[in-house]
């Protein structure tokens, strides 16, 4: 149901396209994702994304842009700490509506989350972290 797209280092954007796997209104069996013209997408659209420190202690980098504002973590160790892990979830509830986006991210020095609830485009970087689970299909 989607797609990440890197434009820098470690900055990600998410592009929403219809994807099937091999039906009798088109696509590939061998090749399951193939871009259907005329298959619509089924809403909800749901995909979610997990990332891991890479060192559990020191933890990673992650900084969400919002519109004009950015949310740090990892830039200092009182104000800003590193994270454990991030989950991503983005949800489009119907065509043509805003993608809400809900990000939990843990903190190393903490065992309570925080919580980012966002509707619209989100960007965030990611550094220090790698993919250990994720919904997006694969191009």
Do not use: C
Not at 10 to 19: E, K, P, Q, S
Not at 51 to 59: N, S
Not at 101 to 113: C, F, G, R, Y
């Amino acid at each position: 149901m989607g797609r990440i797209l890197s434009l820098a280092a470690g900055v990600v954007v998410l592009a929403v396209v219809g994807f099937t796997s091999g039906s009798a209104t088109g696509g590939d069996a061998t090749n399951p994702t193939t871009p259907i013209a005329a298959h619509p997408a089924i809403y909800p659209v749901v995909l979610r994304t997990r990332y891991e420190a890479v060192d559990q202690k020191a933890g990673g980098h992650f900084i969400i842009w919002l519109e004009r504002e950015k949310a740090h973590h990892g830039l200092d160790p009182r104000l800003y700490p590193a994270v454990r892990y991030v989950d991503v979830t983005h949800v489009t509830p119907s065509p043509g509506s805003p993608i809400i986006s809900l990000i939990e991210v843990m903190p190393v020095n903490s065992t309570t989350p925080e919580v980012y609830h966002l509707a619209g485009i989100a960007r965030f970087k990611v550094t220090g972290m790698r993919i250990v689970a994720s919904t997006v299909p694969h191009p």
